[in-house]
């Protein structure tokens, strides 16, 4: 997929396309780009596959790396190798990433080993609720599969597409107390501090990065802040995302 110096992803250049038109998906990103940031301490942010590299209208210093090229990213690197030295940054966020990692244990080695101690890694990713899990399963091109588990050794596939997913990572890794424990046991430097529930109305309505959409832009403020009002264990069983907030220690 890198074969040309100057290639880039279509897919990339249409998911760019329906950000510069939508409105909606704009303002909806720019609530997830301040939540990533408000939970990372002051420093250096490294933003991990960052796509088309939106999160530097929010930050423009943070430094954006994909796996793909694309105008605005810094760094082309894989997210379980990166090119920084011990202790570099304070904060690293990502944004729908980790389902796409192909060996998530092995990312979160990495993204511990680049971050100084009280560092935070802040991502938010699809979530597996009751209601999300039909949805997701049903409507959404890429899989979902609950029986995978993401802390078995895999081989590196260097042909792999970066856009191959399993949606389920997220939650099997983060959802229930054993499996925050067992991440901790597999990386004694990091501890889980949050996991919170989110996206219940505004971005299912929104269409994602999909040609129609259901909100208009000027409806999103308002419905975020309804869905901010909901108890958590209501968007435990509804939410369509979930925000994990892991600290080096």
Excluded at 9 to 18: G, L, N, P
Excluded at 112 to 130: C, D, F, K, Y
Excluded at 178 to 198: F, H, K, N
Aim: hydrophobic residues 45%.
């Amino acid at each position: 997929m890198m074969g040309s110096a100057n290639y880039l992803d279509q897919r990339q250049v249409i998911h760019r396309a329906h950000w510069e038109k939508k409105k909606a998906i704009r303002l909806l990103y720019r609530d997830f780009h301040r939540q990533l940031l408000e939970n990372c301490p002051e420093g250096r942010v490294l933003d991990i596959g960052g796509g088309t590299a939106h999160l530097k209208q929010s930050r423009p210093d943070v430094v954006s790396t994909d796996i793909l090229k694309f105008p605005g990213i810094d760094v082309v690197a894989d997210a379980h190798r990166l090119p920084f030295r011990d202790g570099f940054f304070a904060g690293v966020v990502m944004l729908d990433v980790m389902h796409h990692l192909e060996r998530p244990i092995e990312f979160l080695n990495e993204a511990s080993r680049i971050l100084q101690v009280g560092g935070r890694v802040v991502m938010i990713e699809p979530a597996m609720t009751a209601l999300a899990r039909r949805f997701y399963h049903h409507c959404h091109e890429e899989p979902v599969d609950m029986n995978a588990d993401p802390f078995a050794p895999v081989a590196m596939n260097p042909d792999r597409d970066p856009f191959d997913a399993n949606q389920a990572i997220p939650t099997l890794l983060f959802a229930t107390a054993p499996a925050r424990g067992r991440v901790e046991r597999t990386i004694p430097s990091l501890r889980v501090r949050s996991v919170d529930w989110q996206s219940l109305f505004a971005y299912p309505m929104s269409g994602g990065f999909q040609k129609w959409s259901l909100i208009p832009g000027a409806a999103v403020g308002a419905m975020l802040a309804f869905e901010r009002k909901v108890p958590q264990f209501i968007r435990r069983h509804l939410a369509f995302r979930m925000i994990v907030v892991l600290e080096r220690v």
